[in-house]
Nanobody, 115 residues
Framework: QVQLVESGGGLVQPGGSLRLSCAASGSFFRFNTMDWYRQAPGKERELVAA???????NYADSVKGRFTISRDNAKNTVYLQMSSLKPEDTAVYYC?????????WGQGTLVTVSS
């Protein structure tokens, strides 16, 4: 069974840091680009960061310099290190990858940035 399971969300004060993890089951992981998306209340889901199988990364302009995506192929896990968090980073964060015939999503993990 292929699946993605996120963890690491929570409540953090502005300026704080969190690290999200996404554990993948299935043999696809080391070959796939892995993404982090987020969806804030009342807004559309947006791409936050992506990392290719070779380690090339891309970021949304809103998180450049603050967020870092990385992967550990030995652990089938992709991470999102978030620093200098802002209230506008509050959202449900989803792990995603594209398989041959479908999009695979995790269940999401809530990040709340508030004092």
């Amino acid at each position: 069974q292929v699946q993605l399971v996120e963890s690491g969300g929570g409540l953090v004060q502005p300026g704080g840091s969190l690290r999200l993890s996404c554990a993948a089951s299935g043999s696809f992981f080391r070959f796939n680009t892995m993404d982090w998306y987020r969806q804030a209340p009342g807004k559309e889901r947006e791409l936050v960061a992506a990392i290719t199988s070779g380690g090339t990364t891309n970021y949304a302009d809103s998180v450049k310099g603050r967020f870092t995506i990385s992967r550990d192929n030995a652990k089938n896990t992709v991470y999102l290190q978030m620093s200098s968090l802002k209230p506008e980073d509050t959202a449900v964060y989803y792990c995603h990858t594209k398989l041959t015939i479908l999009d695979l999503w995790g269940q999401g993990t809530l990040v709340t940035v508030s004092s």
